[in-house]
């Protein structure tokens, strides 16, 4: 009963999603205000209504209610009730209702915080994300049921992937997805805008905290799916350029460009068009990968062949979408102005060249994770495209973006100097140049890359040092806390992600430069050295688990006699699919990792045993997290809270944006 | 020299214990082998290096290729042998050939055509848009003003 409830809501909800999708945007074009009034209800029945279906699936997942065919597929009896929870996303069609959740959450928070956009806007606005949801329902409706029914029941399910049995899968999947997902609300600001053709200052204005939102969900969002890889798949790597993953980081490329495009068009009102394509872009890119991933096009383009049905429903959507939005966009594009005039070398200048590099690296990932799949389509051979294609690609093209990040945030709008940049960065350029070549033979090890990677770390860090100097020389403020205080939290945002990149560079850099690995044979007693520490292997017990069975090793791991800490890798088998796990131990810490994980056992309790030290390689994901963090203390500038709590649209005050003009 | 071995043993505390062995013998060849199989794929995982896997099809492949590696073979023979037996599949750094040309020259193209829009817009859009020019007066008046703002605030 309860699984029908919640795929009779489904069906309710995209009669909602089309009425919301069709009423508001007709009441705008003629101006019928009761039309438009449509827009607010919808949004939030619909939410309700794909939340009771959700809520359906959960109870079906936590009932071991084995005669739901998604649910018989992708959870079993044994399976802990928080992963069979997590499975709700574990498959294809839970990832989907996972999807459509998440957007119609995103149309609710609009509906809340809208209430100073003007009521074309608003309605335009919930009217595009209504039409993105119908594309969603029809496609479970039709072919994607979660609610399907196996009759006669299973006895027993088949089981979560144990790949997937891990906390990162709880937490991973709902934080990409708000951040692909969020994408929408930028989008459809765009298309909005597109359709009203207004395109001013206020439309940046307005879209700029909802992207950086996605934004700092997507990025959180890769960085816990990166960190999973890390410690569950068990050789240590923490980026494989893999086409899923890729198809999460080209949204994120796309993004990062329309965060800074848009900062631009809110602050100069320059780059509109540019801005309006971005926003598109992202979220195109964002439903490609859920095609991408979804349609089974990359495990094998036959297999997609073979089983048509999804992936032409989504192709054709994407097709519709994209097509359709660039469509309008050649239409009412050319109508947009073109917004305050610079110079090539300006702080305009520099960002809209970092944009074209971002999207430059963003069109690298995507060529290479589709070449392949074309090259196999059109049978022209099979290749492999890998790290060894995408480190070459992707670094020439990211080096210069990070040198201009340096600059861009100390070049004047409109017409910046060489000289007098020249003048200021020189101290920075000099410190970063120097400390890069000499910190790696201090270390012991110098390698052109680690010099360069070090180069760009500090280069950022100390030009942020002498954008915040210049600043506080602004402001106004007795003591040095005043002054700081009184620095906007926009620009702190600003700071904290740059230097977020900082840390991420020398985490990457330092793993790169001085990861050290071993692999051994240890029997019960043996020690083996890696760094300054020194792992000794105490043998296997045998664990059970609630649904496994596990070898569990112990290692005392001690640095100069003393002990560090003590280790439990584990071997599991899970009977249900009859599958193999590496369950690595990890001590991490903010110097360094230790990383011990079991291979297969010998004989006379000796295993294989792989051993890492990682120096530095938490700073990969804190480096992520402080992005992230500086993406929270821009929106909550004290600009956008008064826009919030103002109940009429906001136009820039014109002392405001004066005040950029001299910062 | 076991006697200081068994001396430092003791004042270390730890079990009697030696250190333990590679797994292979030959750290050498082990590492020309790490340094080969990151740039090939295991053949019959979803997307995972020859180094990572360890899928028994995998372990064969390293074994033929540390077999190579025994039999003196430079890094080049050993990659066309693989490719001649299992194609370009097995290379996760795809040789530059004439299908994938495109691959290795196009982001690097496309960076170009980027570069070269945005100086190509940048340069037509500054005889476009009339110049508002704000003198030195102007922004010393905005600065001024803008202090005054800020006190009154």
């Not at chain 1, 050789?235 to 460009?257: Q, R």
């Not at chain 1, 000499?438 to 100390?462: D, E, F, K, Q």
């Not at chain 1, 070898?551 to 193999?580: C, M, W």
Request: proline content about 5%.
């Amino acid at each position: 009963m309860i699984p029908e409830i919640g795929h009779f809501a489904l069906i309710l909800a995209l009669c909602v999603a089309l009425v919301q999708g069709i009423l508001p945007i007709y009441g705008a074009a003629v101006g019928n205000s009761g039309l438009m009034a449509v827009a607010k209800p919808a949004a939030r029945t619909q939410f309700l209504l794909v939340l009771t279906a959700f809520g359906c699936l959960a109870y079906a997942f936590a009932d071991k209610d084995f005669s739901v065919l998604y649910v018989a597929a992708t959870s079993n009896s044994q399976l802990p009730l928080h992963y069979r929870l997590a499975a709700i996303w574990g498959a294809h069609e839970g990832s989907l209702l996972l999807w459509t959740f998440i957007l119609t959450l995103w149309m609710f928070a609009v509906t809340l915080f809208s209430g100073h956009l003007p009521e074309t806007t608003r309605s335009r606005i919930l009217g595009v994300m209504g039409l993105v949801s119908v594309g969603f329902l029809l496609f479970m409706l039709t072919v994607s049921n979660p609610f399907e029914r196996l009759i006669p029941a299973a006895a027993e399910g088949r089981d979560l992937n144990p790949l997937l049995q891990d906390p990162g899968m709880v937490i991973h999947p709902p934080m990409l997805y708000m951040g692909y997902v969020g994408f929408s609300v930028a989008f459809a600001f765009a298309i909005a805008a597109l359709l009203g053709g207004n395109l001013d200052a206020a439309w940046a204005r307005w879209s700029r905290p909802w992207t950086t939102v996605a934004w700092c969900f997507l990025t959180v969002g890769i960085a816990l799916g990166s960190g999973w890889a890390y410690y569950e798949l068990g050789w240590g790597g923490w980026w494989f350029w893999d086409p899923v993953e890729n198809a999460s980081f080209m949204p994120w490329l796309a993004g990062t460009a329309l965060v800074h495009s848009l900062a631009v068009t809110d602050k100069r009102g320059g780059f509109k068009v540019w801005t309006v394509l971005l926003a598109i872009m992202a979220f195109s890119l964002s439903l490609l990968g859920t095609f991408l991933v979804r349609s089974g096009v990359l495990t094998s383009v036959h297999a997609f062949a073979t089983d048509p049905k999804r992936g032409l429903f989504i192709l054709v959507f994407l097709a519709i979408v994209i097509g359709g939005s660039l469509a309008l966009y050649a239409w009412r594009a050319p109508k947009v102005g073109l917004g305050g005039s610079f110079a090539m070398l300006s702080r305009e200048g520099m960002l809209l060249a970092n944009n074209v590099l971002l999207v430059a690296a963003m069109g690298s990932v995507l060529l290479g994770t589709l070449y392949p799949l074309f090259l196999d389509a059109l049978d022209l051979g099979k290749i492999s495209v890998g790290p060894p294609y995408f480190d070459s690609v992707f670094v020439p093209l990211m080096v210069p973006a990070i040198f201009l990040m340096g600059i861009g945030p100390l070049a004047q709008w409109k017409k910046a100097s060489v000289p007098d940049l020249a003048k200021r960065l020189k101290w920075a350029f000099g410190v970063s140049l120097v400390s890069a070549l000499t910190l790696p033979i201090v270390m012991g090890n110098w390698t052109p890359l680690l010099s360069l990677g070090l180069l760009l770390a500090i280069w950022i860090v100390t030009t942020s040092a002498i954008g915040l100097r210049e600043r506080l020389a602004h402001v106004n403020g007795n003591s040095l806390v005043e002054r700081l205080a009184s620095v906007p939290r926009s620009y702190w945002g600003m700071l904290v992600a740059h230097c977020g990149i900082a840390v991420f560079i020398v985490g990457v850099t330092m793993v790169k430069g001085f990861e050290t690995e071993k692999d051994v044979r240890m029997n019960v007693g043996e020690t083996a050295s890696i760094g300054d520490y020194t792992f000794r292997f105490d043998g296997t017990q045998d664990v059970v688990g609630p649904n496994y069975t596990a070898a569990r090793g112990t290692f005392h791991v001690s640095r100069d006699g003393r002990e560090t800490t003590v280790l439990y890798p584990e071997k599991r088998r899970y009977p249900v699919q009859n599958q193999i796990m590496t369950e690595a131990a990890i001590d991490p810490g903010l110097l360094r990792d230790l990383y011990v994980s079991l291979g297969e056992p010998i004989d006379d309790g000796a295993w294989s045993v792989r051993l890492y030290h990682k120096p530095f390689i938490d700073w990969i994901w804190g480096g992520c997290f402080i992005m992230a963090l500086g993406g929270a203390l821009a929106i909550s500038d004290r600009r956008y809270r008064l826009a919030w709590r103002r109940q009429e649209p906001v136009v820039p005050v014109p002392t405001r944006t004066a005040r950029r003009k001299v910062a | 020299m076991k006697w200081v071995m068994l001396i430092i043993l003791c004042v270390s505390g730890s079990a009697w214990a030696g250190e333990a062995r590679p797994l292979t013998d030959d750290p050498v060849a082990e590492a020309r082998l790490k340094h080969l199989a990151v740039e090939l794929r295991c053949l019959v995982c979803q997307n995972q290096t020859l180094a990572d896997s360890s899928a028994p099809l995998a372990e064969d492949l390293r074994r033929e290729v540390r077999e190579m590696i025994a039999k003196n073979m430079s890094d080049p023979e050993i990659i066309e042998f693989l490719v001649s037996r299992y194609g370009d599949f097995v290379l996760y750094r795809p040789p530059l050939k004439a299908t994938t040309t495109l691959l290795w020259v196009g982001p690097f193209v496309l960076m170009a055509i980027g570069v070269t829009a945005l100086v190509m817009t940048l340069r037509r859009r500054s005889r476009t848009v009339a110049e508002v020019s704000v003198t030195d007066e102007e922004h010393r008046r905005v600065e001024q003003l803008l202090a005054e703002g800020e006190k009154r605030s």
